[in-house]
């Protein structure tokens, strides 16, 4: 797993209620030098983001639910797995798997996709 996933893996389980709040910042602490030494753009710019983010929870400039609907909002979809059918020849390709993420399934799952 390259740090960037790591780091994605760290903010996934403080939003799934996995870990708390501290258990994610010791993992961005632990990440933070190799990171920084990794030359990795998008992991340096995740991690700063964080870092601001954590950082005006700290301060009292943002609730923890309004830092879980950022931290959420800034995340890249996980388990993003679509799988297209034909089921007939007059029936337009169907989505046969959905995301993993639990709130978007009754979204995607059996859609219609033209």
Avoid at 23 to 42: F, M, Y
Wanted: charged share 25%; aromatic share 8%; hydrophobic share 45%.
């Amino acid at each position: 797993m390259d740090l960037l996933q790591q780091l994605q893996e760290a903010v996934w389980q403080y939003l799934d209620r996995k870990v708390g709040l501290d258990s994610l910042r010791a993992e961005l602490a632990d990440l933070a030098i190799p990171i920084a030494d990794g030359g990795d753009a998008e992991a340096s710019a995740l991690a700063g983001l964080i870092w601001r983010l954590v950082g005006e929870y700290d301060y009292g400039d943002r609730t923890e639910p309004n830092l879980r609907k950022v931290l959420f909002n800034a995340m890249p979809m996980r388990g993003l797995r679509i799988q297209a059918t034909r089921t007939t020849a007059r029936t337009p390709f169907m989505v046969t798997s959905y995301l993993a993420t639990p709130r978007f399934q009754s979204h995607v799952s059996g859609r219609v996709v033209a």
